[in-house]
Each structure stands twice: as C-alpha cells, then as structure tokens.
C-alpha cells in the first residue's frame, strides 16, 4: 500500500465542465492505481450548482473545502465563479504549459499579483534549472531586467538571454523549438501563451496553473469547448487532461505520473478520435504503454 495520499478538490461548474471533469477522473483514478498513489477527487458546488443549491455560485462550504485540499482543479474555466477562486488564495505565480510536440513545448511563468516579480523569477530559474537549463527573460522595464538579473547571479551554468516582446515572438516563428522557458511580466505573459498557442494550432494545448507558496494550488485548461456542445459527448478533453497532467507534477509532485498521463494524451492525439469518451478511452489505454517510473522530472516535466 502506498503511502502517498492527496486530496483534489474538483470544480465543475456548468456548461461541459461536469463531462470534463467525469472523464478527467477516470484518467487520474487510472494513473494514481498505475503508481500506487491514492487521490481523494472531492467534488464541491461551483458555479451554477452552487447558485442553485446555496444561493452562491462559491458558497462558503465550498471556500472551506479546497482551502484544506492538496490541488484544485477546474473544469470550466470560462466559469465567472472561477475569478473567485483565484482571488481567495494566496497566489503568487503563474506557470502556462503550451504543448507542441512537433516545435517544443514552452512554459511561460509570471508573476500574480502587485511585489511578486522577485518570487516568480525565483521560481522560473528553479524550473529552467529541473529542464534544459535555459531561461529566456521578457520585460518592458529596466526594473524587470534587474530582477531576472540580480536572481541569475545566483544560478551558475545557466543560460539566461533577455528579450524584447517581438524578438521572442519572432524566434518562435523563425526558430521553433529555440525557447524552453520565458519569464515574463504579467501584461506581456499572454501575448506569449497565446501566440505559442496559435503555432501549437490550437488554445487547447494551454494548461495553467495559479501556484501559491503556502496553500494549495488551482489548475484548469485555458479553455474549454462552449456550452453549447454539453451534453452531446463531443467536447475536447485534451487541454482538461492536460491541465491534471501539470497538476500532477505541479501540484502534488508526483512528476513521473504526469509524464505517463501527458505522453498518454499525446498518443491519443495521434488517433482519430473525435468524442469525449473514446479520446478517454485512448488515454487510458496507452497508459501502460507509455508509463514514467523515473521521479527526477522535477517541477513542469521535460
């Protein structure tokens, strides 16, 4: 028996958000039995549950509930209810994770909120470190440079480059695959996501994760398909499933089990698969195949 046990607090909200977050589960059910770890997916109001059981789309029980859980992880992040989530925690960092096998993948850090420059760089230098030991730095200001600067100081044997907003959107397009990892102010972080997105072809290979240094942490995809495709079976689980990859690794640091669960999805996406349950399906079959016992993926995986 294992003895590593976590608590998620899982948030559905509306829309296809419960379908989402119905598959999601099985996949980690699968992936913590493959690993010999235990999750505890404790499902709370949220949203428009919430507003019809309590009369508050983030009633308090539910406040409580993923105060004390290890990870929070959402399913419909176009949720209203979500903007107050994030805002009833302590969130200092943001990592996005934009997946494309084809150019690279790239993480993008930032920071969350007004005096957190100096954490986030202290965090994008711990993962470049834990990847391919490369960082690039993107800001407007002289003050931002200094951060990176004074935090690189500390770092011997990495390679830190600073770039412009448009040097780092032209390497992407002229030399894909040239950026690991960019720290980034949060008004040009975005641009960054969303144009790696844009050559990755799709937003749903962005996974986010709002990261706290003393409570839990909250995960969801950049998008999800609209609701008005609920119910149908159609919707794309692949950025949900992606998103509890990086909370695997992210969250509760069971890194090898989000590089088996990540590389699942990836062969699925190789298939031609096009509903929700039999993209599910593929993932759960191609995780013995594809299943990392190595734990030295350390913070966002390689």
């Given at each position: 028996m294992s003895s590593r046990a976590w608590t998620v607090a899982c948030l559905a909200g509306d829309g296809v958000g419960p379908e989402l977050m119905a598959e999601t589960s099985r996949v980690l059910a699968e992936v913590a039995r493959l690993h010999a770890f235990h999750l505890d997916d404790v499902h709370l109001p949220f949203g428009g549950e919430g507003l019809t059981r309590y009369g508050?789309?983030?009633p308090q029980s539910t406040r409580e509930a993923y105060r004390r859980a290890d990870a929070i992880f959402v399913s419909s992040p176009d949720d209203p209810a979500f903007d107050g989530v994030k805002a009833d925690l302590d969130l200092g960092w943001r990592v996005s994770r934009v997946h494309n096998g084809v150019r690279g993948d790239l993480v993008v850090v930032e920071p969350v909120g007004y005096?957190?420059?100096?954490l986030a760089a202290t965090r994008a230098f711990q993962l470049a470190a834990a990847r391919r030991?490369?960082?690039t730095s993107v800001g407007s200001t002289p003050e931002w440079?200094?951060?990176?600067?004074?935090?690189?100081?500390?770092?011997?044997?990495?390679?830190v480059e600073y770039l412009t907003l448009g040097g780092v959107l032209t390497r992407f397009?002229?030399?894909?695959?040239?950026?690991d990892l960019v720290v980034a102010g949060s008004h040009l972080a975005g641009a960054i996501v969303?144009?790696?997105?844009?050559?990755?072809?799709?937003?749903?290979t962005v996974a986010r994760a709002w990261l706290s240094a003393n409570g839990p942490g909250v995960f969801a995809a950049e998008v999800c398909d609209a609701d008005e495709v609920a119910g149908f079976g159609v919707a794309d689980p692949a950025g949900t499933l992606l998103a509890a990859s990086l909370l695997l690794g992210e969250g509760l640091g069971a890194r090898s089990a989000a590089r088996t669960l990540e590389r699942a999805v990836a062969a699925a996406e190789e298939g031609?698969?096009?509903d929700t349950r039999s993209f599910t399906d593929a993932v759960i079959t191609n995780l013995p195949a594809v299943r990392t016992d190595t734990e030295h993926f350390q913070e966002v995986q390689q």
């Open positions: 508050h789309p983030l005096g957190a420059d100096e030991a490369r960082l440079d200094d951060v990176v600067a004074a935090e690189a100081d500390r770092w011997d044997g990495l390679e397009r002229d030399h894909p695959g040239t950026v969303d144009a790696a997105a844009h050559l990755a072809g799709s937003l749903h031609t698969v096009f």
